[in-house]
């Protein structure tokens, strides 16, 4: 059952430019979200969090939004820069039952 | 300090036969979780072992099993393997567990079944 989806397999975007990635779920018991970034040949690594108290967590150039009424986050990343190119990955977790979910991921390529 | 290890990195098994993946968490945490990612489905979670108690399962096959040892050290294992088991196997711990936060993950377990 996929409880974190990631509607958008791939995302193109000029270097530059705004990427926005996108993460619906469906478990009204999540309560924070975390965005991970993985690089092929390597291991996810954690980029930005989310908790449900907020609507929005920046990080430099990594800013999340979440909206919690239609159970939908976005990552924007402004300017989007070629070492960005990367399979993010989206992810959920419910601390009272000791779960987190991820998404499929979105491989966003960032054009020079 | 030094990151999430994973051996082997790279594996080839025929089917039917089992497989041991092993994970060595960053010292001092003791949640390590594991996870199978294949492509379109995204990091799909197996389980989660706490202080060498398994805490959490996902929707796996029995098939799949994991343990974890007094250093923190975990194994999982996959027996009688079959075609669609060929997956990237990774494993993360956490200080406290899989759903409190940032997660650490190692490079991965490649495994091809043939």
């Known amino acids: 059952d996929q409880q974190v989806k990631q509607n958008s397999p791939s995302l193109s975007v000029q270097e530059g430019r705004i990427s926005i990635l996108n993460c619906d779920y469906t478990n009204s018991m999540f309560d924070y979200f975390l965005w991970y970034k993985k690089y092929p040949a390597e291991g996810p690594t954690f980029l930005i969090s989310?908790?449900?108290?907020?609507d929005k967590n920046e990080d430099g150039r990594f800013t999340v939004f979440l909206n919690k009424s239609a159970k939908h986050l976005s990552l924007h990343i402004v300017p989007s820069q070629p070492g960005d190119s990367a399979v993010y990955f989206c992810a959920a977790s419910d601390p009272n039952n000791n779960d987190m979910r991820f998404g499929a991921g979105t491989r966003l390529t960032v054009k020079p | 300090k030094a990151g999430v290890t994973q051996t082997p990195r790279y594996l080839i098994k025929t089917r039917g036969q089992q497989v041991t993946l092993s994970c060595s968490p960053i010292s001092g945490h003791r949640s390590v979780s594991w996870y199978q990612q294949t492509p379109g489905q995204g990091l799909q979670f197996l389980f989660e072992y706490f202080s060498e108690t398994q805490r959490n399962k996902g929707n796996f096959p029995g098939r799949f099993s994991g343990r974890q040892f007094s250093n923190s050290r975990s194994e999982m294992n996959v027996s009688t393997l079959e075609l669609g088991d060929s997956a990237l196997y990774l494993c993360?711990?956490?200080?406290?567990?899989?759903?409190?936060?940032?997660?650490?993950f190692g490079e991965g377990s490649r495994l091809t079944v043939l």
């Open positions: 993360a711990s956490s200080l406290s567990g899989s759903w409190a936060g940032e997660l650490f």
């Open positions: 989310i908790s449900s108290i907020k």
